[in-house]
């Protein structure tokens, strides 16, 4: 899977973008199911973090962001190239 974050999700969660992969290799995967976009939003004064699919649009929504960011941080910095 590669979820390809943009700087404000970098800034907000603290990775240092010396340490992501590059995507280099990855040319099908912009078609693929396993290719994801990140963004974070803000609504009613929350970050919010805002998750969608390449291919099929399907947007997954993560509210409260800082409750559960301890747990995130280490699947994302794993996962963002």
């Known amino acids: ?4 974050c943009t700087k404000k999700v970098l800034d907000t969660l603290k990775i240092d973008a010396a340490k992501i992969v ?4 990855f040319d099908q995967l912009p078609e693929s199911l396993y290719a994801w976009h990140a963004n974070i939003v803000t609504i009613n004064r929350r970050k919010v973090l805002v998750l969608m699919n390449n291919e099929t649009r399907f947007p997954i929504v993560i509210n409260r962001l800082f409750k559960n960011i301890t747990l995130m941080k280490p699947s994302l910095q794993f996962l963002c190239p």
């Open 22 to 25: 590059s995507p280099e290799g």
């Open 1 to 4: 899977m590669i979820i390809q």
